[in-house]
């Protein structure tokens, strides 16, 4: 049995971030479904004709301007989510009409409006959705490896450490605040450093949480040249080094100093293998042990809620947010 997929905005995550890459590539929606043996694509729907036909084209898959359209057609088993932030609530109500006791993956940010999170969740909870939001990197080995050395205690407590992101605190920033969710569980407090609005209407947003027994400093990088996101968290056992958003993550660990031997210095390095070129593939996966029963690292809508609360709650000052 294959389960039947609809994505739902044929954009970049949707569709073309990796149609130009080689085969090892799997960074899109599209190809993940398309090289999954348990899922297969059905229908694509965008309010572009453009995107409809390069990816009916591509493809060759049908693909459609509405949800009912699609609907029409056929039935799903999973809907993907994957247009621009704003239109999230509007693709969920549209399917609410149709279809219930679906499977949803939504992009991240479940939303920018706190209000609209809440009533997705309604929503869900209504129609009997399992709704899910595409924090990819929680789905990578590397993140389960890192879970499992937090849980085992190989990575000692407390903790502290820094992340740098670019591309605003709402969009970009949540991928790590999620992360860290994960890894230390509630946010006990916070102190805003410093924040800016950017053109788009996110944040560029400086700001310590701390949690149970780790500390993290959020440090926005608001240049438009480049993107960068990186974490460093170190331990009385060692120093995680995650660079690259986590193409290159390393476990440093402490051994005694080669000439001063009284002193033992970071400097023994092991790699973390990481699987970020087919991140999407990995999060199907991670939706096929959820479908079939199996411990699953997906973030739940109500861990995405979570995650964006607290975010609004740090730029609560403003109007806009």
Sequence with gaps: ????????????????????????????????????NKFVLISGIDSSSKKRKNFSDFYGISSYSSIKEAIDKDSFDVFIISTSTKNHLQCLKEIA??????????EKPLSFSLDDADEMLKISNKNN??????????????????KKMIT????????????FY???????????????????????????????KKLNGDFDVDVLLSFNKAEMIFISIPYNKYS?????????????????????????????????????????????DN????????????LYFFMNNKPYSLCTGKEAYETIKIMHEICKESKNV
């Design 275 to 286: 699987d970020m070129d087919k991140y999407q593939f990995n999060v199907l996966n991670q």
């Design 152 to 163: 085992t205690l190989d990575m000692q407590f407390p903790v502290k450490g820094t992340v």
């Design 97 to 106: 009409k149709y279809q219930k006791n679906k499977i949803i993956l939504c």
């Design 228 to 272: 960068h996101y990186s974490m460093n968290i170190f331990s009385a056992s060692g120093r995680l080094i995650y660079e690259e958003g986590g193409e290159d993550i390393n476990w440093v660990s402490p051994r005694n100093d080669d000439i001063f031997q009284k002193y033992s210095s970071l400097n023994f390095y092991k790699r973390i």
């Design 166 to 196: 670019s591309g605003g605190f709402f969009n970009n920033g949540s991928h790590f605040l999620n992360l860290l969710q994960m890894f230390f569980g509630k946010i006990k407090s916070y102190n805003l450093i410093k924040k800016k």
């Design 129 to 146: 959705f399992n709704l899910f939001v595409n924090y990819m990197r929680r789905s990578d080995p590397s993140t389960l490896s890192i």
């Design 1 to 36: 049995m294959k389960y039947k997929v609809c994505i739902i905005g044929l954009g970049d995550i949707g569709f073309a971030y990796d149609k130009n890459l080689p085969d090892k590539f799997i960074l899109s929606h599209s190809r993940a479904i398309i090289r999954h």
